[in-house]
């Protein structure tokens, strides 16, 4: 039992990782907590919902639509929406992300309805035996894939021009635009690249997993934790906050049962706000 | 207090049980938001979880009534307490470490997500299946046989709340308070105890809260961990102060009272689930980049303006 819990919490902490690292990016370089993170986790699953019901592509394909939809989505949100109206404030930030959040999930309440949705892929109940434990082809192909695109993430940001751009922002705001850089489009871009995370999570989560109009909140905590726990803004840290918190998750429910078993999370960010806010890598805040 | 005579007498006019329970709602909303407001409002510290007195407050006293036959007229002072210990502790364990912005509002959150699955996972809360109040119409049981006594319990709430925030702001804690909101550093620099009053605030929102905890299941007769530890609660209550107008004396009774209204008006013109939240998160936004002293601000800018 306990090496399949150890193995399903590794694959589902890798699409956490995914959905930590554009919170973790968005709050490295804009220093605000993107409370709508979870909502639009759940329309990146809609989203690869309705191209998979609708026009018949595997999720796994639609990432190649998702991903850059995803990223025009944000860009325009941060660009249009939330930098324009929080005058810069943080706690307004967190307010309006909020906001958002109430109206995108009734609004997939409004017009999805409230049903739990799945997709059944051909291969979805295929199976691989690793001896000691079983492991679902879907499974394998979403942690691959998380594993892959972390990967390009971290290639994106070290070593291409708008990578650099990024972290001169992150690290010197007034610097930064003092050699040329225009700050605000990069704001936009990276909130659009945090989102662009979320698109990918969507389509590597939808078919190991279901979505309603709710299931973002089920990411919510999740994510802050894992951020909280790498520390935030550390790309590293997300992805090993991620398989940590996959695995206590996993292995919390097989220890005190599905019902307690949720409370790993929850304690663990309590603990970590607690005595480490920085977080077990971070460095100063 | 013209507004208060016209409260009292109101049942007696209206005869109709839905508006005397929207009213009531409105009421239970704005004692709530209230209870955020002292926190977050006057001392500047948001929650994200404050549902955690309210579910705490509410299996307190219910469960005093169902296994221990206590009467909640009794039962609501534990339920005061156990809100106020439940601050104590949350506010201790965050303010002690420096948390502040962002950060406190997660923990907050995190606070009462540990409640609920805690809730959902023992056996004395009913656990899942929650617990069923009986209806024993009694100034014991703080039931009543129609709508109008369960207003009038929560006009009670309403003008309570309103005294607490009346005396803050004319007290040396709440001048303490907005001290700390307005420069945490500077506060501790002037002496304050910024860990004690910051404790107290949170003591006393605990306190409110876990009271209305104790009315709403006396009202609705269900209890389970979803509906006691209810995000959606959370978040209304920072809604209606901040669309009101935070750190002011009327701003939660105002913005309850709107985005009621507003709520009931969409109802009648389109009925599907989800569309008053929808006009809730549109409002907060707008509220938060137009208007951030909330609804209040804006009448106060007025008669400002109108005075010059």
């Known amino acids: 039992m306990m090496p399949a819990a150890v193995m399903n919490g590794l694959m589902y902490g890798s699409i956490y990782a995914l959905v930590a690292l554009g919170l973790t990016l968005i709050y490295g370089v804009l220093h605000i907590i993107n409370f709508a993170h979870g909502a639009l986790l759940m329309l990146a699953l809609y989203a690869a919902f309705f191209l998979y019901s609708i026009l018949g592509i595997d999720p796994y394909l639609g990432i190649l639509i998702v991903v850059p939809g995803s990223f025009i989505f944000g860009y325009v949100l941060y660009r249009f929406m939330i930098g324009k109206l929080a005058h810069g404030k943080d706690q307004n930030i967190l307010l309006i992300t909020l906001g958002l959040s109430i109206v995108f999930e009734n609004m997939a309440m409004l017009f999805f309805s409230a049903d739990q949705r799945t997709v059944n892929l051909s291969y979805s109940f295929e199976t691989v035996d690793l001896g000691f434990v079983l492991l679902s082809i879907p499974k394998l192909i979403s942690f691959f894939a998380s594993l892959v695109i972390c990967f390009l993430l971290w290639m994106l940001m070290s070593m291409t021009d708008l990578g650099k751009a990024i972290r001169a922002v992150a690290k010197e705001r007034q610097g930064a635009r003092l050699v040329g850089i225009d700050v605000d489009k990069i704001f936009a871009a990276t909130y659009g690249i945090g989102i662009a995370c979320l698109g990918a999570a969507g389509c590597l989560l939808l078919p190991i997993f279901y979505v309603d109009p709710y299931t973002g909140n089920l990411f919510v905590i999740i994510a802050f934790t894992i951020v909280v726990l790498g520390g935030m803004g550390s790309i590293v840290g997300a992805l090993i906050g991620g398989f940590i918190i996959g695995i206590t998750e996993s292995v919390g429910g097989l220890i005190l049962g599905e019902s307690l078993g949720q409370i790993g999370i929850s304690v663990i960010f309590i603990l970590i706000l607690m005595f480490r806010p920085n977080g077990l890598f971070g460095g100063k805040t | ?308």
């Open chain 2, 1 to 308: 207090m013209g507004l208060l005579v016209l409260a009292i007498v109101l049942p007696l006019a209206i005869q109709n049980n839905f508006y005397l329970d929207v009213l009531t709602i409105i009421f239970f909303t704005a004692y709530l938001g209230q209870s955020w407001n002292i926190l977050g409002g006057y001392a500047g510290q948001f929650s994200f979880g404050g549902v955690m007195f309210f579910g705490t407050g509410a299996y307190a006293s219910t469960i005093l009534w169902t296994t221990y036959g206590i009467p909640p007229i009794y039962g609501v002072f534990v339920a005061i307490l156990a809100g106020a210990i439940v601050g104590l502790i949350v506010g201790y364990a965050s303010f002690r470490y420096g948390l502040r912005g962002s950060y406190f509002a997660l923990i907050t959150l995190a606070f009462a997500e540990m409640l609920r699955i805690i809730a959902n996972s023992v056996e004395f809360t009913g656990g899942g299946v929650g617990i069923f109040l009986n209806f024993e119409p009694s100034i014991m049981n703080l039931q009543f046989i129609n709508a109008r006594g369960f207003y009038y319990l929560s006009l009670g709430m309403v003008v309570i709340s309103i005294i607490i925030a009346m005396w803050l702001e004319r007290s040396r804690f709440g001048a303490q308070l907005i001290a700390i909101r307005e420069n945490e550093d500077a506060a501790e620099a002037l002496g304050i105890n910024v860990l004690r009053s910051k404790i107290l605030a949170i003591m006393i929102m605990g306190g409110m809260g876990g009271a209305a905890g104790t009315f709403y299941a006396q009202k609705y007769l269900y209890l389970d961990p979803p509906i006691a530890y209810s995000i959606a609660l959370s978040v209304e209550m920072l809604l209606v102060t901040i669309v009101g107008g935070m750190g002011t004396v009327f701003g939660p009774l105002v913005g309850s009272f709107v985005l009621h209204i507003v709520t009931e008006v969409a109802k009648h013109l389109i009925e599907s689930p989800g569309l008053s939240l929808i006009v809730y998160g549109f409002i907060l936004i707008l509220i938060i980049a137009y208007l951030p002293n909330g609804l209040i601000g804006l009448f106060k800018g007025l008669s400002g303006k109108r005075g010059k």
